[in-house]
């Protein structure tokens, strides 16, 4: 089972994994976006981490309900509200148990993966953060490491699409080629779940 402490170093664990890799996401941003990706999630993990240290929720949902309104107040960009309705609709399927199995939490974060795709109106295919966490979904049910490797494959695998949601959009065909920013940090986002259930 697994308790609010874990999610607790699920998101201090993508807080981290956010630093390390921010020059890398707003790298990925520049050439299809406005090279903000990496500074957005920067901002808005490290409110998440400080939130957590401060008002410690003793749920899982209450983490990630707590991470999600940080995400959509802290974060400007795109991926601020469409994180933040993943977790926060995530943290709201998980209701107030104490403790959650691995299925509850896969069938929580299938939820939260279904309202971002309808907030952002992205399928899969359309070269964005989607294309990460529905593979990674999908797999969940198998393990933690699967999942961290269907994430990351599916974000490599943007790389060929052209983007049909979000500012990459806007350059048509020669979005072609480029691996996209949010597809990229979702696979960080997954890495950590496993990172936090390894410890
Ligand atoms: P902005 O584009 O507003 O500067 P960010 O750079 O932080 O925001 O985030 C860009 C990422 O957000 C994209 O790489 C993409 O993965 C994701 N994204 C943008 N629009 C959508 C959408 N409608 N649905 C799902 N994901 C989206
Ligand atoms: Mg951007
Ligand atoms: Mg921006």
Same mark, same amino acid.
């Given at each position: ?9 699920? $998101? +201090?664990? +993508?807080?981290?994994?956010? &630093? ?7 790298? =990925? *941003?520049?050439?299809?976006? *406005?090279? @903000?990706? %990496? ?18 929720? &003793?749920?899982? !949902? ?5 991470? !999600? ?6 974060? #400007?960009?795109?991926? #601020? ?9 995530? %943290?709201?399927?998980? #209701? @107030? ?11 929580? =974060?299938? /939820? ?8 952002? %109106?992205?399928?899969? %295919? &359309?070269? /964005? $953060? ?11 049910? @198998? ?14 695998? +943007? +790389? ?19 691996? *996209?920013? #949010? ?14 259930? @390894?410890?």
């Amino acid at each position: 089972m697994l308790d609010a402490a874990f999610f607790r170093r699920w $998101m +201090t664990a +993508t807080a981290a994994s956010v &630093d390390r890799e921010a020059e890398r996401l707003t790298a =990925l *941003d520049s050439p299809i976006g *406005d090279a @903000d990706h %990496g500074s957005n999630l920067q901002r808005g993990f490290t409110a998440v981490a400080a939130a957590l240290e401060k008002e410690a929720p &003793d749920t899982p !949902g209450g983490v990630l309900t707590l991470a !999600g309104r940080q995400l959509i107040s802290t974060v #400007g960009g795109a991926s #601020g509200p469409l994180y933040g309705t993943l977790l926060r609709r995530a %943290g709201k399927a998980l #209701g @107030d148990a104490s403790e959650v199995s691995a299925e509850q939490l896969a069938e929580a =974060l299938r /939820t939260g993966v279904d309202a971002v795709m309808t907030l952002g %109106g992205a399928a899969p %295919g &359309d070269k /964005t $953060m989607i294309d990460a966490l529905v593979p990674a979904v999908d797999a969940l049910g @198998d393990s933690f490491a699967a999942s961290r490797t269907a994430a990351e494959e599916g974000a490599v695998a +943007t +790389t060929p699409l052209q983007a049909r949601k979000g500012r990459a959009s806007y350059l048509g065909e020669r979005s072609i080629g480029h691996q *996209d920013p #949010g597809a990229t940090s979702a696979a960080l986002l997954v890495a950590a779940l496993a990172e936090a259930a @390894d410890e």
